[in-house]
């Protein structure tokens, strides 16, 4: 099936250690976001991608880092994870058309930092 | 800053009533609003989308309605099915956002046969 596929759905890191979550999808879009979400507090941009090569940051980036190499690919990384980075992450990409934009969600990466 | 708020944070209603779920917003300058429906384990999806020019959208059960002048969404849910249960979001689109959203924190609705 066409979408968002998010890898690993869940992981369990001491503090200091590092990650990757990978983000795939088969949609051919140029746009890609990675958000995280807490309780009480919604979704929140960490990362996003307009097109293979490019990143920018989000509303929340610290501790973060992503990359685009290829353009089916959106990549999450923690270099030296905290507990303050237990949360949901979400990928989502998107197609542009001249109004708008649509978005596809994967199903989200839960992850716990102890 | 843009803040977008939901009330309320949680709603249970028996079979058959009419959900009404709202979201208000800081900031009028806004290209759209989307509501999404998330599922426990399961991606967003969407909903409806009201672009600014619009004052509401209709989906079946669902209509949502927006005044920007007031910063305020409200998404109705006509004669609620225990299927309607879910978090539902309402999520922003700014300007010049590179389709960038900004999220509500959700109302969690819970529909009882």
């Known amino acids: 099936n066409a979408g968002v596929t998010q890898t690993p759905k869940f992981r369990v890191l001491k503090t200091g250690q590092s990650m990757t979550l990978l983000c795939a999808q088969d949609?051919?879009?140029?746009?890609m976001y990675w958000y995280r979400q807490d309780p009480g507090m919604g979704l929140r941009l960490i990362h996003y991608s307009v097109g293979e090569g490019t990143t920018a940051k989000g509303e929340v980036p610290d501790g973060y880092n992503v990359s685009r190499l290829k353009k089916q690919n959106f990549l999450l990384g923690l270099e030296s994870a905290a507990p303050s980075q237990t949360s949901v992450y979400f990928c989502?990409?998107?197609?542009?058309?001249?109004?708008?934009?649509?978005?596809?969600f994967g199903s989200g990466t839960r992850l716990t930092v102890v | 800053k843009q803040e977008v708020t939901q009330i309320p944070a949680a709603l249970s209603v028996p079979e058959g009533e009419n959900l009404v779920l709202n979201c208000s917003f800081t900031?009028?300058?806004?290209?759209?609003l989307q509501w999404f429906r998330q599922d426990p384990g399961k991606g967003l999806t969407s909903l409806l989308l009201i672009q600014s020019s619009q004052r509401e959208q209709t989906s079946g059960r669902l209509n949502a309605s927006l005044d920007k002048s007031s910063g305020r969404s409200t998404l109705y849910i006509a004669a609620s099915q225990p299927g309607d249960s879910a978090t539902y979001l309402c999520a922003l689109r700014q300007t010049d956002s590179w389709g960038k959203l900004q999220f509500g924190a959700g109302t969690q609705v819970v529909v009882t046969p």
């Open positions: 949609m051919n879009h140029e746009y």
């Open positions: 900031d009028s300058a806004i290209y759209n």
């Open positions: 989502a990409s998107s197609y542009r058309t001249l109004y708008n934009y649509g978005y596809t």
